[in-house]
């Protein structure tokens, strides 16, 4: 059976375990072409590099892009039903060079300095971001880079007036209400619900990066950076109604 086939046919035999709107998008990730993911990687220099973190995996496509430019890769996540199916789809695609683990960002179960590169696709505006940044400096080896992409608050906004894919299990107006909520509960008492995330500016993420020891490579709207020349896709809106959307940010340790 070719690769494309097994994934498919591993795509429907785990269909029964996700609600409609989250396996809508596992479909949507792992039916994007490879080539997609491979070209916004080679765009940030995540290629030939040694091993790489893949934090907050989700369905694991990024885990397989990483592994067929890098030589291992790390992949974590704290949704037991998404890592049971990133595991199964990357064996579909015949990955070997990529684990997938239970591990939080916050907390992550790797020693310092031990990886070359750390990817968090849409994953850190739901964690504790400040100490999720402290962490990667401190697992990345001099002159490791992290990429990161979050949401700005014009990507609530166009959860809250457009509803993009509601459903059951999946309501975009109460994950938008509660962004709002978790962004100043954050900045007041460092407390949120993890069930949806919050609001990052640019030029927060680039303050907090810097006071840490980060050297800023580049920053923009999601795929903006292209450090290859090779022009990545970019997946989301990096406005909307005149705000940010989701945003994007290249980091070394120096
Ligand atoms: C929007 S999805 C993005 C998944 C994947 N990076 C992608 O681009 O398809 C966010 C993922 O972050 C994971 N996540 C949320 N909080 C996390 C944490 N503290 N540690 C690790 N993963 C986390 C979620 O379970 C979810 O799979």
Redesign the pocket.
């Known amino acids: 059976m070719k690769t494309d086939e097994k994934i498919q046919e591993t795509l429907a035999r785990l269909r029964p375990y996700f609600h409609a709107a989250d396996f809508a998008?596992a479909e949507r990730?792992w039916t994007t072409p490879q080539e997609v993911y491979l070209n916004r990687l080679r765009a940030i220099g995540f290629e030939n590099q040694g091993i790489v973190l893949?934090?907050?995996?989700?369905?694991?496509?990024?885990s397989l892009a990483l592994a067929t430019l890098n030589d291992r890769v790390e992949a974590?996540?704290?949704?037991a039903g998404?890592l049971m199916a990133a595991d199964a789809l990357l064996k579909a695609a015949n990955c070997h060079a990529a684990r997938v683990q239970y591990?939080?960002?916050?907390e992550?179960p790797f020693e310092a300095n031990t990886f070359d590169a750390i990817?968090?696709?849409?994953?850190v505006h739901?964690?504790p971001w400040p100490q999720?940044l402290r962490r990667f400096y401190a697992l990345l080896r001099p002159r490791g880079r992290a990429y990161l992409?979050v949401n700005g608050l014009g990507w609530y906004l166009r959860y809250f007036i457009e509803a993009p894919r509601s459903g059951p299990g999946h309501d975009p107006r109460w994950l938008a209400a509660c962004a709002l909520m978790n962004t100043v509960s954050f900045e007041d008492h460092q407390r949120f619900d993890?069930r949806s995330g919050m609001i990052i500016t640019p030029e927060a993420l680039r303050a907090e990066a810097e006071a840490i020891g980060f050297k800023v490579l580049g920053a923009g709207a999601d795929g903006a950076t292209d450090l290859a020349g090779v022009a990545p896709r970019a997946f989301f809106q990096g406005e909307y109604h005149g705000q940010v959307g989701v945003h994007e940010i290249l980091l070394e340790r120096p």
């Open positions: 998008f990730v893949d934090a907050g995996c989700g369905y694991g496509q990024w974590i996540d704290v949704h998404r591990g939080s960002v916050a992550p990817l968090a696709y849409s994953v739901a964690t999720v992409t993890p």
